[in-house]
């Protein structure tokens, strides 16, 4: 089974800071996704990475994707309170079944 | 709003019992995923229909059944519930099969099983 491990779970910061969540995944896979949930609420698709060496950004996050190093990172710049949030990450993989896995999300704070 | 709608919104409900989660999805949306949210198993993916047909089956326990009718609306059936159902249910929908776009979740079902 693939695993999917996120760090740090708990994440603290200053507004204005920058920091990033980091994904690791046990095995080869073929998409990579981030999403971000808010309390008590449903999931927010926000980036889907296909292949090694994508980025994509959309206003202060950047995710990117090393398929050698089965590594993603999602990069928070200059933090604001709105981004205040649970962050998962999920691999998926293509074959006798599409399989699709989760990370253990990332609790953001971000602190005025 | 997504655009994907999940009925209800809550259910509570007793050991042993069966139960229907409903999904609509996205205008033009053909696959329809369901997940499951407690706190001790974290996101699953339990299982996924494209256009009427199973796509994939995730950590979907043989007490559980889905389809996906027609008219592309989906149902969860949950049966024989334990205490250990109890959970958020989410269901998303894509445009493709692949997950190659981008999903777009519902609200969610709340399940207390007690």
């Known amino acids: 089974e693939l695993k999917v491990e996120q760090n740090p779970l708990f994440l603290s910061m200053q507004e204005g800071k920058n920091y990033t969540i980091y994904c690791n995944y046990s095995?080869?896979?073929?998409?990579l996704y981030w999403y971000r949930q808010d309390p008590g609420k449903s999931l927010e698709s926000l980036f889907v990475l296909l292949s090694n060496g994508a980025v994509k950004q959309e206003g202060r996050l950047m995710a990117s994707l090393d398929t050698k190093a089965r590594l993603s990172t999602l990069h928070i710049t200059a933090a604001v309170h709105d981004l205040s949030a649970t962050y998962f990450c999920?691999?998926?993989?293509f074959g006798t079944g599409n399989q699709f896995y989760f990370g253990t999300g990332t609790s953001l704070t971000v602190i005025p | 709003d997504s655009g994907v709608t999940q009925t209800p919104k809550h259910l509570i409900t007793a050991t042993g019992q069966r139960v229907t989660l409903r999904c609509s999805p996205r205008s033009g949306d053909l696959s329809v995923y369901w997940y499951q949210q407690s706190l001790d198993q974290g996101l699953q993916f339990l299982i996924q229909?494209?256009?009427?047909?199973?796509?994939a089956k995730g950590n979907i326990l043989e007490r559980f059944s889905a389809q996906q009718f027609p008219d592309l609306h989906s149902e969860l059936n949950l049966s024989s519930l334990e205490l250990g159902d109890s959970a958020l249910y989410f269901c998303a929908s894509s445009e493709g099969d692949l997950y190659q776009e981008t999903q777009y979740f519902g609200p969610g079902t709340r399940l207390l099983v007690l």
């Open positions: 999920a691999v998926a993989r």
């Open positions: 095995t080869t896979s073929d998409r």
């Open positions: 229909y494209y256009n009427g047909e199973e796509r």
